[in-house]
């Protein structure tokens, strides 16, 4: 495919479990980019992969969040023991380079009830 | 500490009216700023890049480090301009986003 594409599209879990949501981004892209977007927050950078190098993870809120990166290529976001404040949409972005203008996919819709 | 600031929640104009978003950031460093566009059931999209100096669809904005905006404008607003708007500002590689515009051109 041609853009950033991410799955699932929607997610309902029950509170306290754990949930996956992965991203593929565009070929050739070697910076990767998790935010989330809910109604308090507006947009909210999470966390930052580039190359081989550590990730930036200034923007996890807590320690129930984590990401992996695996072969420099498709991420998975993972949050442990989900609260009802995680209730949101999770974008995925790539860029060719850092500093290279983002490409988001359509995101994940996050529901915690 | 960076900010972005879109003062306008809600922008409704006629189409063929002019239109005029509304960005200011705060930001120590050289700026980089861009605006995004999410049509309806649409992906968020790149719409400008401050250094790239484009139109797209009509759209310009220009950087006033003076006045610390990025104001987004359109001379004559088409029903299809219908959207919300976010200005962002990059720090390092990150995005700090506005809390956008949504914009409603009406026939």
């Known amino acids: 495919g041609a853009g950033v594409s991410q799955s699932p599209s929607n997610k309902v879990t029950e509170k306290g479990k754990d949930v996956e949501l992965r991203c593929d981004p565009i070929s050739g892209h070697t910076a990767l980019y998790w935010y989330r977007q809910s109604l308090g927050q507006g947009l909210e950078f999470l966390i930052y992969f580039q190359g081989n190098s550590a990730p930036d993870k200034s923007g996890l809120p807590s320690d129930r969040f984590s990401a992996e990166r695996t072969g420099g290529s498709v991420s998975t976001l993972t949050i442990q023991r989900t609260q009802q404040e995680d209730s949101a949409v999770y974008l995925c972005?790539?860029?060719?380079?850092?500093?290279?203008?983002?490409?988001f996919g359509d995101g994940t819709r996050l529901s915690i009830l | 500490a960076q900010r972005v600031t879109q003062p306008e929640k809600l922008l409704s104009v006629f189409k063929g009216a002019p239109v005029e978003l509304k960005c200011n950031y705060s930001y120590s460093g050289s700026p980089e700023l861009f605006w995004y566009v999410q049509y309806s059931r649409q992906r968020l999209q790149l719409l400008l890049r401050?250094?790239s100096r484009e139109s797209i669809k009509g759209f310009t904005a220009d950087l006033n480090k003076g006045e610390t905006s990025f104001h987004l404008k359109k001379p004559f607003a088409q029903e299809e301009d219908s959207a919300m708007y976010y200005c962002a500002l990059m720090h390092d590689y990150k995005l700090s986003f506005g809390a956008g515009t949504t914009v409603t051109v009406r026939a």
């Open positions: 972005a790539s860029s060719y380079n850092t500093g290279q203008p983002q490409h």
């Open positions: 401050h250094i």
